[in-house]
């Protein structure tokens, strides 16, 4: 069975500050994909990222970075020099099946909320 | 705009009453979604269809029902079986060639019953 455990419930930091938000999955097939989404108050789910099983090569996207360690299932996200605008809910969520439309599987969530 | 819409944005259930919700998509994806998110909780997903006519239960199905019966629509019905209706109610949709099972979310329903 496939799991998706984020242990952080909520976060606060005080803008400028970096945060990391940590992911860990389990799942007993060997293609898959890892996906972060961004739940602003508003309520809609924006996509963020998706990374493949087979590439484990970090991604950075201007203030955002994903460090995806397969050794120890894991695939955190950082924010640097955070702002007010990076206050939402992320999901890290996880889908088993390398090809076709599939579900996937969400973590609880870690509510991040940046002080000014 | 090319798009997922959810309607209503807030829908109000009385006991013993059926209530559906809306999920419209102009995107031309093959796949649709609906999710069930509680306080403090994930997404849990309620049913999902991979193409028009065809529907799969997900993991809390019981109390709900769907139709896929046109490409861009997949409305979500809350029967009086359901009996924890409230929650917010998330639809997606994805497109497989090319797009590798990305799913892009509409904006939402939030369910309460009276």
């Known amino acids: 069975a496939q799991k998706v455990t984020q242990a952080q419930t909520e976060i606060s930091v005080v803008e400028k500050e970096d945060v990391t938000l940590d992911c860990v999955y389990e799942?007993?097939?060997?293609?898959?994909?890892l996906f972060w989404y961004k739940q602003p108050p508003s309520g809609e789910l924006v996509f963020l990222i998706r990374r493949n099983s087979f590439d484990e090569q970090n991604e950075i996207s201007g203030r955002y970075s994903w460090n995806f360690q397969k050794s120890t299932s894991s695939f955190n996200f950082t924010i640097t020099a955070s702002q007010v605008v990076d206050s939402a809910v992320y999901f890290c969520a996880l889908s088993e099946n390398y090809s076709g439309n599939t579900p996937l599987v969400f973590g609880k969530g870690t509510r991040l909320s940046v002080i000014a | 705009d090319g798009g997922i819409t959810q309607s209503p944005k807030y829908l109000f259930r009385k006991e013993g009453q059926n209530v559906t919700l809306s999920c419209e998509q102009n995107?031309?994806?093959?796949?649709m979604y609906w999710y069930r998110q509680d306080p403090g909780q994930g997404l849990r997903l309620i049913y999902y269809?991979?193409?028009?006519?065809?529907?799969q239960k997900g993991d809390i199905a019981e109390g709900y029902s769907v139709s896929r019966e046109k490409k861009e629509s997949f409305p979500l019905t809350v029967t009086s079986a359901q009996k924890n209706p409230t929650a917010f109610y998330l639809c997606?949709?994805?497109?497989?060639?090319?797009?590798?099972?990305?799913?892009?979310f509409g904006a939402g329903t939030r369910l309460s019953v009276l």
């Open positions: 997606a949709s994805s497109l497989d060639p090319g797009r590798k099972n990305i799913q892009y």
């Open positions: 995107l031309n994806h093959d796949a």
């Open positions: 269809s991979q193409i028009v006519n065809d529907f």
């Open positions: 799942t007993r097939d060997t293609t898959y994909y």
